[in-house]
């Protein structure tokens, strides 16, 4: 497929105009080839990475990462972190660029919190009013807060999480932003949601929760692999013939 038609066409799907104010999405590293027919999808490109895609028999034309593999310019993030600016060369030098979507595909569409409702079988989904990246849905039948955790903990894929239940014992308006959002928590109680997931929280986020009564549970920010599957299944409607290669390297912490 033509890649300036590709990415055109990603463009359309999530705009960097509803990325968050200061985020960096977009071509990261190197130069768009004219074809891309294969395509590597991960959460990030870093060095494990890297040696998966130099062993690859058949190099990818494209990555994609849901992380912005340079968290600002370049001149600032080679001055202040020389393995990435050694890792961008070396890819630059196997003429493979690095494209991020990050809050865009969060905010989006089909995108990364609409994916986490999906999986959690939420209907009547929406975004909030106030914070378009969050998702608000209900639950076809109330559960317990606890049955609920257990539930949201295997259906997002992970094997743990921590769960502040200090509002209604029972759970069916939920609201939702993947990865590191705690700082949300207000808006989810502001909107009548039972229970709100997100995670990264700090300790003084979750007092802060505790003394407002209110639930929330805190899931590792690993629930985002599901940024690939979501990635890889629009990339096919795009264009079926492309070859899909994802990349689910990142493993969450041993809880001791």
Known sequence: ??????????????????????????????????????????????????????????????????????????????????????????????????????????????????????????????????DKMMRVGYLKEPMFIDDFAEYAKNRLGVSYGLLIKEGKSYVKKVSIVGGGGSRGWKIAKDNGSDIYISGDAPHHVRRDIVNAHFNYLDLPHEIEKIFMDQMKTILLELDKTLIITTIDHEKEPTVI
């Open 1 to 130: 497929m033509n890649t300036y038609h590709l990415i055109s066409k990603l463009g359309k799907l999530f705009p960097r105009k509803i990325a968050s104010p200061g985020d960096y999405v977009g071509l990261m590293c190197g130069q768009f080839k004219k074809e891309t027919n294969h395509v590597l999808i991960c959460l990030d490109f870093d060095w494990e990475v890297f040696a998966i895609v130099r062993e690859m028999e058949q190099k990818p034309d494209l990555i994609i990462t849901h992380h912005p593999f340079l968290f600002g310019t370049r001149n600032f993030v080679f001055k202040h972190n020389q393995e990435k600016k050694e890792l961008c060369e070396l890819m630059e030098k196997m003429e493979i660029p690095i494209y991020s979507m990050h809050t865009n595909f969060d905010t989006g569409h089909r995108g990364m919190n609409d994916a986490l409702m999906k999986a959690l079988g939420l209907y009547n989904v929406v975004p909030d009013e106030n």
